[in-house]
C-alpha cells in the first residue's frame, strides 16, 4: 500500500495553487473536488434527471464521476476502494443468507484494511490520502451490509430506523459502486444508506423545490466558514501551541487562546461539510421531509448543527451537533447493535472505542475520545447534583437574581470554550509527545479539574440523592 500519491494528475498546478495559499496540495485538491459537486448537480439536474429514463445510465453517471474525482484525488491509489467495493459486493451476493458470517467477514475486513492503509501511510499530522475518503466508505460499506442482513428479517423485528434502511434485494455492481462513489458524498461524508440512494434515484425527491436555492446558501455559509477558519489558523497557527512563546503566556489567556484554537480547527471540518452539503442539497439528494411550515426540508444529509454549534455551553452540546451522520451511524450500527449486553455504558464505551479504532493508531485519537466519555459523564454528574442539590434550597432565590444569570452564563460559555480547547488537542496533534507538550503548557488544568470533581462527587453526592450511576 503506497503510502504517498506520486503520480496523482495536476500535481504542479495544485502545488503552486497550494503554495500561493499556504497550504498543502492534496487540500487544495480537495476542496475543489468538493466544489466539483456543484456544477455535476447543475448537469444532471438539467440534462439527466428527467431526460434519461434508464436508471441504469444514472448509476454509471454518478460512478464515472465519483470514480474520476478519486483518481484525480489519488491516482491509482484509487484501485483501494475499487477492491473494497467489490469484496462488499462478493459478500453479500454470496453469503447474505449465512448472516453472522457475512457481516463478520465485511467488517474485519474493511477495518482491518483500513488500519494496513494507516500503518503504511500514517506522518505526524493529519494526512489527506487515499485513506481519507476510504475510511468514509468503510462505514459506508459495513453499513450496508448490516441493511442487507436487516432485509432478510421479519418487519416486526425490526426498529424503526432499520426499517428505513433495510434492504430486502442485493444491489448491482454498478449501483452499488455509484452509491459508494456518489459525487459530494464520498470525500468527507456525510454517511447515508443505499435505501435514500435509491429513493433519490427513483424520482421520490424530484418534485419537491428549493433545493437549488437551500444549496446555494449552504455554499455561502460553508465558504464564510472557510474564511473564519483561514483567518483564525493564520493567527493562531497549531505550531505555536507547541512554542516556549505560548507557555509563558498568563494561564487564563493561554486556555482561552487554546479554546479559540479549537473553534477555528473544528471550522475545517465544518466547512467542508457545509459546501458538501451544499452540493447534496442542490441535487436534490437531502430530501428529509416536511417542515413545521408545511415547507421541503432539506436537511436530510446535514452534518452539523450550526446554532446549536455556536449556541451550546457543554462538550455534550458539541457532539450533538458535530459530525452528526457519523455519530448516527456508530449509534445504529454499533450502539445499539449491542442491546443484548443490556449495559448502556458498555455499549457507549464500545462505540467510542470503534470510533477511536476508525480513526488510526494515533494515541491523540483514544486520548480524545477517552476524554470525550469521562467530560460528558462528569457534565452529567454536575448537571443532576445542580439540578437535585442546590436548585430544590436556592433556586427560586437564584432564579431572581440578575446576577447570578449573567454570571451562569459567562460561566458555562468560557467553559465550553476553554474546555474545548484541552479535548480537541489530542485529535489534532495526535502523537504523544506533541499533545502532551500542549497539556503541559496548560498545566493539565482539564486533568486536575476531573479528579477534583470526581473526589467531590464521591464524598458529597450523595446529598443530592442519587447513587453515582452513569
Same mark, same amino acid.
Given at each position: 500500500m503506497p503510502g504517498h500519491v506520486e503520480d496523482t494528475p495536476?500535481?504542479?498546478?495544485?502545488?503552486?495553487?497550494?503554495?500561493?495559499?499556504?497550504?498543502?496540495?492534496?487540500?487544495?485538491?480537495?476542496?475543489?473536488?468538493?466544489?466539483?459537486?456543484?456544477?455535476?448537480?447543475?448537469f444532471y439536474t438539467a440534462y439527466v434527471a428527467e431526460a434519461v429514463p434508464f436508471k441504469t445510465l444514472h448509476h454509471m453517471f454518478f460512478f464515472a464521476c465519483g470514480a474520476g474525482l478519486c483518481y484525480l484525488n489519488y491516482g491509482v491509489d484509487t484501485y483501494h476502494s475499487l477492491l473494497g467495493i467489490l469484496v462488499t459486493y462478493l459478500l453479500v451476493r454470496f453469503l447474505r443468507h449465512n448472516i453472522r458470517l457475512m457481516i463478520g467477514l465485511n467488517v474485519v475486513f474493511h477495518m482491518s484494511y483500513l488500519l494496513l492503509g494507516y500503518l503504511f501511510t500514517a506522518s505526524n499530522e493529519y494526512d489527506?490520502?487515499?485513506?481519507?475518503?476510504?475510511?468514509?466508505?468503510?462505514?459506508?460499506?459495513?453499513?450496508?451490509g448490516f441493511d442487507i442482513s436487516d432485509g432478510l428479517k421479519a418487519m416486526g423485528a425490526l426498529s424503526k430506523e432499520q426499517k428505513e434502511t433495510a434492504l430486502p434485494q442485493v444491489p448491482s455492481l454498478l449501483e452499488l459502486s455509484a452509491f459508494a462513489y456518489f459525487p459530494s458524498g464520498f470525500l468527507v461524508g456525510p454517511q447515508?444508506?443505499?435505501?435514500?440512494?435509491?429513493?433519490?434515484?427513483?424520482?421520490?425527491?424530484?418534485?419537491?423545490?428549493?433545493?437549488?436555492?437551500?444549496?446555494?446558501?449552504?455554499?455561502?455559509?460553508?465558504?464564510?466558514?472557510?474564511?473564519?477558519?483561514?483567518?483564525?489558523?493564520?493567527? #493562531?497557527?497549531?505550531?505555536?501551541?507547541? $512554542?516556549? &512563546?505560548?507557555?509563558?503566556?498568563? =494561564?487564563?489567556?493561554?486556555?482561552? @487562546?487554546?479554546?479559540?484554537?479549537?473553534?477555528?480547527?473544528?471550522?475545517?471540518?465544518?466547512?467542508?461539510?457545509?459546501?458538501?452539503?451544499?452540493?447534496?442539497?442542490?441535487?436534490?439528494?437531502?430530501?428529509?421531509?416536511?417542515?413545521?411550515?408545511?415547507?421541503?426540508?432539506?436537511?436530510?444529509?446535514?452534518?452539523?448543527?450550526?446554532?446549536?454549534?455556536?449556541?451550546?455551553?457543554?462538550?455534550?452540546?458539541?457532539?450533538?451537533?458535530?459530525?452528526?451522520?457519523?455519530?448516527?451511524?456508530?449509534?445504529?450500527?454499533?450502539?445499539?447493535?449491542?442491546?443484548?449486553?443490556?449495559?448502556?455504558?458498555?455499549?457507549?464505551?464500545?462505540?467510542?472505542?470503534?470510533?477511536?479504532?476508525?480513526?488510526?493508531?494515533?494515541?491523540?485519537?483514544?486520548?480524545?475520545? #477517552?476524554?470525550?466519555?469521562?467530560?460528558? $459523564?462528569? &457534565?452529567?454528574?454536575?448537571?443532576? =447534583?445542580?439540578?437535585?442539590?442546590? @436548585?430544590?434550597?436556592?433556586?427560586?432565590?437564584?432564579?431572581r437574581s440578575d446576577i447570578y444569570n449573567v454570571l451562569y452564563f459567562v460561566t458555562l460559555k468560557s467553559y465550553n470554550i476553554v474546555y474545548m480547547g484541552w479535548g480537541l488537542t489530542p485529535f489534532v496533534f495526535l502523537k504523544y509527545e506533541r499533545w502532551i507538550v500542549v497539556f503541559a503548557a496548560v498545566n493539565y488544568f482539564g486533568f486536575i479539574y476531573l479528579i477534583i470533581w470526581a473526589v467531590f462527587y464521591q464524598t458529597f453526592g450523595h446529598f443530592s440523592g442519587n447513587d453515582h450511576g452513569q
Open positions: 495536476g500535481e504542479g498546478l495544485m502545488g503552486a495553487a497550494a503554495g500561493a495559499a499556504g497550504v498543502q496540495p492534496a487540500a487544495v485538491r480537495l476542496l475543489l473536488t468538493i466544489l466539483a459537486g456543484y456544477p455535476i448537480a447543475a489527506i490520502l487515499w485513506t481519507t475518503p476510504h475510511c468514509v466508505l468503510v462505514l459506508r460499506m459495513i453499513g450496508l447515508f444508506p443505499l435505501r435514500r440512494y435509491q429513493n433519490f434515484i427513483n424520482g421520490d425527491f424530484r418534485q419537491h423545490e428549493g433545493n437549488v436555492e437551500a444549496g446555494m446558501r449552504r455554499l455561502a455559509t460553508g465558504v464564510f466558514y472557510l474564511i473564519v477558519c483561514q483567518l483564525g489558523l493564520s493567527v #493562531l497557527p497549531d505550531s505555536y501551541f507547541l $512554542s516556549s &512563546e505560548f507557555a509563558e503566556v498568563g =494561564f487564563i489567556k493561554r486556555i482561552f @487562546l487554546l479554546g479559540f484554537w479549537a473553534k477555528f480547527n473544528l471550522y475545517k471540518y465544518v466547512s467542508c461539510w457545509l459546501l458538501t452539503e451544499g452540493a447534496l442539497i442542490y441535487i436534490g439528494f437531502t430530501y428529509k421531509g416536511k417542515d413545521v411550515h408545511g415547507q421541503p426540508d432539506w436537511s436530510g444529509c446535514s452534518n452539523v448543527k450550526l446554532i446549536l454549534l455556536e449556541t451550546g455551553n457543554t462538550m455534550e452540546h458539541y457532539i450533538q451537533s458535530f459530525n452528526v451522520n457519523t455519530n448516527r451511524w456508530v449509534g445504529q450500527y454499533v450502539y445499539r447493535r449491542l442491546k443484548f449486553l443490556d449495559n448502556r455504558t458498555i455499549s457507549y464505551v464500545a462505540a467510542l472505542g470503534f470510533l477511536a479504532v476508525w480513526h488510526g493508531f494515533h494515541s491523540g485519537y483514544y486520548m480524545a475520545f #477517552l476524554m470525550e466519555y469521562m467530560i460528558v $459523564s462528569t &457534565e452529567k454528574q454536575i448537571a443532576r =447534583f445542580y439540578e437535585q442539590a442546590i @436548585l430544590p434550597q436556592y433556586g427560586s432565590i437564584l432564579s
